[in-house]
């Protein structure tokens, strides 16, 4: 089942280049049947890569809508049933529309009206829809939505809970990725997953256990998280926040939460993206040293990367190619442990790998000179 999933992580990262994180994280939050919300510029593939996971799914139903001022609640929840208003009713024909749906995607969600909006909080949290006298148990998984923007309205903070994943899209770094994108991307996305797997996933990531030293980190979290970043966690959340640590863990392979997933949590917590450094260096701190180490290797590794893709002096160009060499052999060493810190290790490994490719071409381009 794992390699299902894996499978749909790996032609992601094909297609939707320098994602790695959002892409783990997206896959995590469906498994934990949770909703994710993605910020950033418009073009810089938000959709696209909600769209390709789209299309790795068999038979679910999906509810695709692009959110404007003038978007009616219709145009949601399906067309008003004449014969039941004749009869004094107001029902919807769902059929089609969200509340029939399994995975929904909402772009420019922002940009709707606060009555549409506000229609999602009951069937994005409780999974029901109150159609006239009669309640439907809707068969939603998960919902995204995308944004160039935050909720500007008060009215509006409800609904942007509800999204329990919140990552901010940044645009690509690497030349390697823009010759990519200008050369076209030919891998295709292969139908891989059925309704039935996700939910049979879900299943199996509640079986993931949380020790009791593992709790009481947790807890310290929320406290620490609070007290030093001014972030308040509901229990509501905490208890999301959990589900989704276990989707990641099991998707890994592994049968236990460690402190070491804590760093995933940076997207489940930030409110806005001004607060992301503070969280992120209270999450550091509850890192084993293997991972802090690895970061650390990872963090030299990219400044060197830059510094070197630059660098004109041949010798000193050689020089920093064979420290990052050293930094990789380092990483990758860790990752050979096959420790429960090497899936952790293994991410960041990948990420650099990426990096050095660019760098790797440069260097034997030289060579043949």
């Known amino acids: 089942m794992q390699d299902r999933f894996k499978q749909v992580v790996s032609d992601m990262n ?13 896959v995590g939050c469906i498994i934990a049947h949770e909703h994710g919300f993605f910020l950033g510029k418009p073009g810089i593939g938000k959709s696209h890569m909600i769209n390709k996971f789209l299309e790795s799914t068999v038979d679910a139903n999906k509810f695709v809508k692009l959110m404007t001022a003038q978007t ?8 008003l049933d004449i014969n039941a208003f004749k009869q004094g009713k107001l029902s919807f024909n769902v059929e089609g529309y969200l509340a029939d749906s399994h995975i929904a995607f909402l772009d420019e969600v922002w940009k709707s009206n606060s009555q549409c909006l506000n229609a999602l909080l009951t069937v994005l949290e409780e999974r029901r829809f109150d159609n006239g006298n009669q309640t439907i148990q809707a068969p939603l998984i998960s919902c995204f939505g995308a944004s160039n923007e935050l909720p500007q309205d008060d009215s509006l903070k409800a ?3 509800r999204f329990l994943l919140r990552m901010e899209v940044k ?19 292969r139908q891989v997953l059925s309704v039935n797997d996700i939910r049979e996933a879900n299943a199996q990531s509640s079986m993931v256990t949380m020790g ?4 009481d980190s947790m807890i310290d979290l929320v406290l620490d998280i609070g007290l030093k970043c ?9 208890v999301k ?18 402190e070491n997933y804590f760093q995933y949590l940076l997207d489940c917590i930030w409110e806005t993206p001004s607060q ?4 992120a260096i209270v999450l550091s701190s509850y890192l084993s040293p293997a991972v802090q180490a690895a970061k650390n290797d990872y963090d030299v590794a990219i400044a060197l990367i830059d510094s070197a893709i630059n660098q004109s002096n041949l010798a000193l160009f050689i020089k920093e190619y064979h420290v990052i060499q050293e930094q990789l052999k380092t990483i990758e060493d860790k990752v050979n442990r096959g420790d429960d810190d090497s899936p952790h290790v293994e991410r960041t490994l990948l990420v650099l790998k990426a990096a050095f490719k660019p760098l790797n071409k440069k260097y034997l381009k030289l060579r043949k000179l």
């Open 241 to 258: 926040m959990i589900r989704f640590l276990k989707a990641l863990v099991w998707l890994d392979g592994k049968d236990k939460i460690t």
């Open 230 to 238: 001014k972030i308040d966690i509901s229990p509501r959340r905490q």
């Open 14 to 26: 094909q297609l939707c280049l320098e994602r790695q994180s959002e892409v783990y994280s997206m």
């Open 276 to 279: 992301k450094q503070s969280v």
């Open 212 to 215: 009791e030293d593992v709790c």
């Open 171 to 189: 645009t690509l770094l690497q030349r390697e990725s823009y010759r990519a994108l200008y050369s076209g991307l030919t891998h295709s996305m």
């Open 72 to 79: 009616t609640v219709n145009e949601l929840f399906g067309p």
């Open 159 to 161: 609904l942007y809970d």
